[in-house]
């Protein structure tokens, strides 16, 4: 018994290889980028895991027929400027921000109606939970309440991938979506949070934790509309911790550090044998004083194309990387030749040198050359890493909730 998935911003396909073996079925996926011409993460996608049921077309200008129902919707969406909501033209309802990638997830969930999934697994960068600046958290109050109106509970969780044993120390919010339908969620409303969240939860069972803060409570109030315009207006901090669960409008919300006495890997534990490094990847001698100017500290006068003359400062940052811990998080810009601040530098028998595209895959845990194809250079093939998610984190949660997932269609069988 399969359980049916829809991947959306599937990238070079993250969620997929952390779902499949588990016994979910992504039965549609879709890639899109706008701001390239040639789609070269698609042409991946399609290289790993075949054209069938793949859509390369903007999400925005997908009939929702087209989409075959589900069970399970998931996907990493882009990170924006979120869900800021405004009310329609002449008409009941809403819509969200022009171009912003929540409201495609919204409107395939509302459009398919009884036919929506009863699960979902999202994925972003932690900052969501205190965006933006003049109104802390909103953009997620904004998902959740959505949500809610959908008939959705929501369980979220900030995981770093380094705190669990893995290679790379990645912060991302991960959340889960239970219709009002599913047993979870009749199980949630009986349940204690707290013990859910710390012992029990779909998150909990695969990601302990412990709580380091009482948990705090409180009610997502209004419209979407008036969330967007008040919620935590003028506010510093976001109520939104690493932990928490909102069901029937109610969140609850509390701070919690990870519990994990396992194996761990390390850089050190991932690079490729020098014998086998092409030497493009060494750093030239001449660029030494730069990259070592990029990653120190600076204290320096400044002056802006206007002849403004301004102090600038910045941390050092370690030079090299060291290898015996996880590593930094690997950014976009983590390709080319060129010295950065943010590339990551490691110093082996024969030098410093940057990282291959291999290692990168291996840092988010992908399989050896999962991005190499005819046509994708190096820089792209870096440029993806940056972009993707840590494979075992998708893996342990995918696993703890097909369990639950798989109960519940025996019993829809039975």
């Known amino acids: ?98 171009g912003v990638l929540w409201w495609s997830i919204y409107r395939i969930l509302e459009k398919k109606g009884k036919r929506k999934p009863k699960y979902l697994f999202l994925e972003n960068v932690d900052r969501l939970l205190k965006s933006p600046a003049d109104q802390r958290g909103r953009d997620f109050a904004v998902m959740l309440q959505s949500l809610n109106d959908l008939g959705y509970a929501v369980e979220w969780r900030v995981i770093n991938a380094a705190d669990y044993g893995m290679p790379q120390r990645r912060r991302r919010v991960f959340f889960l979506g239970y219709h009002k339908s599913t047993k979870i969620y009749k199980k949630i409303v009986k349940a204690r949070v707290h013990n859910w969240l710390i012992d029990n939860g779909t998150v909990a069972s695969v990601f302990p934790v412990s709580a380091i803060s009482k948990s705090d409570e409180f009610d997502l109030k209004g419209d979407l509309v008036e969330i967007t315009k008040n919620f935590n207006k003028n506010k510093k901090v976001s109520p939104f911790l690493n932990t928490g669960i909102m069901i029937k409008s109610k969140v609850s919300t509390l701070k919690t550090e990870p519990i994990y006495k396992g194996d761990k890997v390390y850089l050190k534990d991932i690079i490729k044998k020098d014998s086998d490094i092409d030497k493009s990847f060494f750093i030239d001698g001449n660029d030494i004083k730069k990259w070592e100017y990029l990653k120190g500290s600076k204290k320096e006068k400044r002056t802006t194309k206007d002849g403004f003359v301004y102090n600038y400062t910045e941390g050092g940052m370690i030079y090299p990387d060291k290898l015996n811990k996880p590593s930094r998080t690997i950014i976009t810009g983590e390709g080319g030749k060129s010295p950065s601040r943010f590339k990551h530098v490691i110093e082996t028998d024969r030098g410093l040198r940057r990282l291959t595209p291999i290692e990168l895959e291996r840092l988010n845990m992908f399989p050896d050359d999962h991005t190499k194809l005819d046509g994708i250079t190096d820089a792209r093939r870096s440029f993806f890493m940056g972009n993707a998610l840590v494979v075992g984190i998708i893996k342990k949660l995918g696993k703890s909730l097909a369990l639950n997932m798989m109960m519940e269609k025996q019993d829809e069988v039975i």
């Not at 911003?9 to 079925?25: I, P, Q």
């Not at 793949?54 to 400027?81: E, R, W, Y």
């Open 1 to 98: 018994m399969s359980i049916k998935v829809a991947e959306l911003f599937a990238g070079v396909g993250g969620f997929r290889l952390g779902l499949e073996n588990n016994g979910f079925n992504i039965v549609w996926s879709n890639q899109w980028e706008p701001l390239t011409k040639v789609q070269h993460a698609s042409m991946v996608y399609v290289a790993r895991f075949g054209q069938q049921g793949h859509s390369n077309v903007d999400i925005n200008a997908i009939p929702i027929s087209k989409i075959p129902d589900h069970d399970l919707l998931c996907g990493g969406f882009p990170c924006q400027d979120y869900s800021v909501a405004t009310t329609l033209n002449n008409s009941k309802g809403l819509k969200g921000k022009k």
